[in-house]
């Protein structure tokens, strides 16, 4: 079994930054993929980042630019650098830890909630 453990958000004014960090605990194999997506109210969860444990990046076009994702794969950790948040970024973010092979498993966190005031 994995857990993730989401922490970093909070409320910050627009145009200022915010720092998550999700840390996986269990049994973790090599072949994952980490990372952050997000809910605001009245939508679907939407992709922000993800960063495979080879290094390869994906980003959301809404977050390209202003959001950097990173990983300490040591630690089975996974970071998400906001900056340039806008209040269109209010949600509930997410860590999410999936395999790119074997079945379809996923662990999800219980998410933090990052609120960007105008």
């Known amino acids: 079994q994995v857990q993730l453990e989401e922490s970093g958000g909070g409320l910050v004014q627009a145009g200022g930054s915010l720092r998550l960090s999700c840390a996986a605990s269990g049994t973790i194999f090599r072949g994952n993929v980490m990372g952050w997506y997000r809910q605001a109210p009245g939508k679907q969860r939407e992709l922000v980042a993800t960063?495979?444990?080879?290094?390869?990046?994906d980003y959301g076009d809404s977050v390209k630019g202003r959001f950097t994702v990173s990983r300490d794969n040591a630690k089975n950790t996974v970071f998400l650098q906001m900056n340039s948040l806008r209040p269109e970024d209010t949600a509930v973010y997410y860590c999410?830890?999936?395999?790119?092979?074997?079945?379809?498993?996923?662990?999800w966190g219980q998410g933090t909630q990052v609120t960007v005031s105008s």
């Open positions: 999410r830890l999936h395999y790119t092979w074997g079945p379809n498993i996923e662990y």
């Open positions: 960063a495979t444990s080879g290094g390869s990046k």
